[in-house]
C-alpha cells in the first residue's frame, strides 16, 4: 500500500480505504475509496486514489478499509483534572454539589501535582472516546497545558477566577497575573489557546467579570463563563442585580463573539435575542444538566435563531465521563423528549454540534471541526466491525445512536497518530491508573463523603 503512492511530493501519512464522514455540507459523506493525505499538521488532499497515486509517496499509510473515518470531536466544556473526583457527589443538586462537595474537596486535594494527574486520567479517557479537542475551565493550567501537549491533545484552556481564593491563587488579582504569563508563554502553540474564565455570575463580582473580559478582547481569545445553569442562578442574579444573568453579563458589556457560555439553560426570549445578537456560543452539557436537574437548554430554539452551539460533558463529577458519543445521543433524543417532537436535533445535526459546531463555539472552525483541506489533520478511526454497528443502513444514526466511545480505534491530532489501534501512543496508561487509585485511597477515608 505504502509503495503504491509514487508520486514525487513526500508526505506523511495517507489514509485510504475507509468510509470518510464530516459534515461540511460540501462534502457530505464522502464514499469508499477516497484518500486523505496529510502532510505535517495538516490535511492536503481528499479525493480519489487514482488522482493521488503519481503525486503522493507517504511515508506511513493506513489501511482504513471497513473503518470510519471522522473528524476529532470537539469537547467544549470541561474541567478534566475533576476525574479525580469521579463519583464522590450523586444525586444532589447543583449548590450543594458545588459548596459542600466540590470547593472543598478541591481546597484540600487540589495542587499542581493532582491537577496533572488528574488531567492524565481525562486525556487517556478523551483519547480513547475520540476527542481531540477540549475547552476546559480549571486551576493549574501551566500544568494541564504541559500535560496536554505531551500528550497530543488540541486544548483550549482557562483558568478559572473567582471572587475567592482558588487551589492556584490566592486573589483575582493574582489570578489575572497568572493567565495573562500563560497569555505570552502560550502564544502562536500549535495544540494550547490559553482563555480567559470567569466562574459564574454568582461566583464573581460585575468588576471581576468586567476585567476578564477586558483580557481575553485584549488577547483576542475566548472568554469562558458558567451562565444560566440553573433557576438558583437565575433567582439569585435577579435578586441582587434586578436582572436575568444574561441582561446582567450584558449591562456589564461582556457578551460578545468571543464568549462561550456553559449550560444556557435558563433563558427567556429575550435572552435568546440577546445572545443571537451578541453572537455568543453556547457549549451544551445535557448530561450534567439531566443528572442535576438543571433544565434543558432552548437548544432547538437556539439553532432556529442561528445561534452557535457545540456539545460538551462538563466535569466527570456531573457526568460521571467525558465520552462525546454519549453525550451526542443524550443530546438528541433529550430534545425530542422534551419538545415532544421526534423531529428535533436529527442525528446529522447532533453530530455537527459535536465537530464543526463546537469548532465555532472555540473559533476555530478554519482549523478543525471538518475534513478538509487546509485544515489541520485532527482524525478519529472506527472499527466497524461490530454487532452494534451491524447492519448500516444510515451512517449519522449509527454514529449518533449506537457507537461508543469504545469503539474509536485510532486517534490523530495535528498530523501526529497519539493511539493506533487501541495502544495509547504519549500516555503510559497503567502507570496513571495505578496513581490515581491510589490518590483515591484517602478520599475513601472521608466519612463525610460515603465512599464505602
Ligand atoms: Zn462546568
Not at 201 to 210: I, M, V
Not at 332 to 342: R, T
Request: aromatic content about 8%; hydrophobic content about 40%; overall charge negative.
Amino acid at each position: 500500500m505504502k509503495f503504491d503512492y509514487k508520486g514525487a511530493q513526500k508526505v506523511d501519512l495517507i489514509i485510504e480505504g475507509g468510509i470518510i464522514a464530516t459534515v461540511n455540507d460540501k462534502t457530505g459523506i464522502v464514499s469508499k475509496d477516497k484518500v486523505i493525505v496529510i502532510d505535517k499538521t495538516k490535511i492536503i488532499f481528499v479525493g480519489n486514489k487514482t488522482d493521488a497515486i503519481n503525486v503522493y509517496s507517504a511515508n506511513d499509510v493506513i489501511d482504513a478499509s471497513d473503518k470510519l473515518v471522522l473528524p476529532g470531536l470537539v469537547n467544549s466544556h470541561t474541567h478534566t483534572p475533576m476525574t479525580l473526583f469521579r463519583g464522590v457527589a450523586d444525586d444532589i443538586v447543583l449548590k450543594d454539589w458545588l459548596y459542600e462537595y466540590v470547593f472543598p474537596l478541591e481546597a484540600k486535594y487540589i495542587n499542581k501535582e493532582n491537577t496533572r494527574l488528574g488531567a492524565k486520567l481525562a486525556f487517556i479517557e478523551m483519547i480513547r472516546t475520540g476527542t481531540t479537542t477540549f475547552n476546559d475551565m480549571y486551576y493549574f493550567t501551566d500544568d494541564i497545558a504541559q500535560v496536554a501537549e505531551e500528550a497530543g491533545l488540541r486544548a483550549v484552556l482557562s483558568e478559572g477566577l473567582i471572587d475567592f481564593p482558588s487551589p492556584n491563587t490566592k486573589t483575582p488579582e493574582e489570578g489575572f497575573k497568572y493567565t495573562e504569563d500563560l497569555l505570552n508563554k502560550y502564544k502562536n502553540n500549535e495544540l494550547i489557546t490559553i482563555a480567559t474564565a470567569a466562574h459564574a455570575p454568582y461566583t464573581c463580582s460585575p468588576e471581576l467579570l468586567k476585567k476578564s473580559k477586558a483580557l481575553a478582547d485584549k488577547y483576542n481569545v475566548p472568554y469562558h463563563i458558567h451562565l444560566s445553569e440553573t433557576a438558583w442562578e437565575v433567582g439569585i442574579i435577579k435578586e441582587k442585580y434586578g436582572k436575568t444573568p444574561t441582561q446582567h453579563l450584558d449591562n456589564l458589556g461582556i457578551l460578545g463573539e468571543n464568549v462561550i457560555a456553559a449550560h444556557s439553560v435558563h433563558l427567556t426570549p429575550e435572552d435568546l435575542k440577546i445572545y443571537a445578537k451578541r453572537k455568543v456560543g453556547v457549549a451544551h452539557n445535557p448530561q450534567c444538566n439531566m443528572k442535576l436537574s438543571s433544565g434543558a437548554a432552548p437548544i432547538p430554539e437556539m439553532l432556529a435563531m442561528g445561534i452557535k452551539v457545540g456539545l460538551g460533558t462538563d466535569g466527570v463529577v456531573s457526568n460521571n465521563d467525558l465520552d462525546m458519543f454519549g453525550e451526542m445521543k443524550t443530546c438528541s433524543i433529550l430534545h425530542k423528549f422534551v419538545s415532544n417532537n421526534p423531529t428535533v436535533t436529527s442525528a446529522k445535526t447532533v453530530f455537527e454540534l459535536s465537530t464543526l459546531g463546537s469548532a465555532k463555539v472555540l473559533g476555530m472552525e478554519d482549523k478543525i471541526g471538518s475534513i478538509d483541506v487546509g485544515k489541520k489533520a485532527d482524525l478519529i478511526i472506527i472499527d466497524l466491525h461490530r454487532p452494534h454497528l451491524t447492519p448500516m443502513y444510515n451512517l449519522y444514526s449509527q454514529i449518533v445512536f449506537a457507537m461508543k466511545g469504545s469503539d474509536v480505534e485510532t486517534v490523530i491530532v495535528n498530523g501526529r497518530i497519539i493511539m493506533k489501534e487501541n495502544k495509547l501512543l504519549t500516555i503510559d496508561e497503567d502507570k496513571v491508573i495505578a496513581e490515581v487509585n491510589e490518590f483515591a485511597k484517602e478520599i475513601k477515608t472521608l466519612k463525610k463523603y460515603k465512599l464505602d
